[in-house]
């Protein structure tokens, strides 16, 4: 599987940007997609995952009601919908996926198999 993260930018707190994850390679049964994040200075955290199948999603509970993740099966794309972002928010976002991930696993990067390049943003007036 093949990841690959774009839609970094720098954006003005209050301000939105969409991330997107193409992703290519291997059929994709049973595959969630996370996305991760990781400030300078500071471990990785999770942000929120979907799966491929259904679309359950789940969410770091500080992020809940400012980002949403959503899928296009057809571009084989998954998303991350950031809207009033804060300075805090900084960090190089990258998506994950995995395979056959249990929901209380969705969180765990460890649960992750492969990795795209990570694209940076910025929030900063």
């Known amino acids: 599987v093949q990841l690959q993260a774009s839609g970094g930018g720098l954006v003005q707190p209050g301000g939105s940007l969409r991330l997107s994850c193409a992703a290519s390679?291997?059929?994709?049964?049973?595959?969630?997609m996370g996305w991760f994040r990781q400030a300078p200075g500071r471990e990785r955290e999770f942000v929120a995952a979907i799966r491929w199948s259904g679309g359950t999603t789940s969410y770091a509970d500080s992020l809940k009601g400012r980002f949403a993740v959503s899928k296009d099966m057809t571009k084989k794309t998954v998303y991350l919908q950031m809207n009033s972002l804060k300075p805090e928010d900084t960090a190089v976002y990258s998506c994950?996926?995995?395979?056959?991930?249990?929901?209380?696993?969705?969180?765990?990067?460890?649960?992750?198999?492969?990795w795209g390049q990570g694209t940076l943003v910025t929030v900063s007036s």
């Open positions: 994950a996926a995995g395979f056959r991930i249990i929901y209380s696993n969705f969180g765990e990067s460890s649960s992750y198999n492969y």
């Open positions: 390679g291997r059929t994709f049964t049973d595959v969630v």
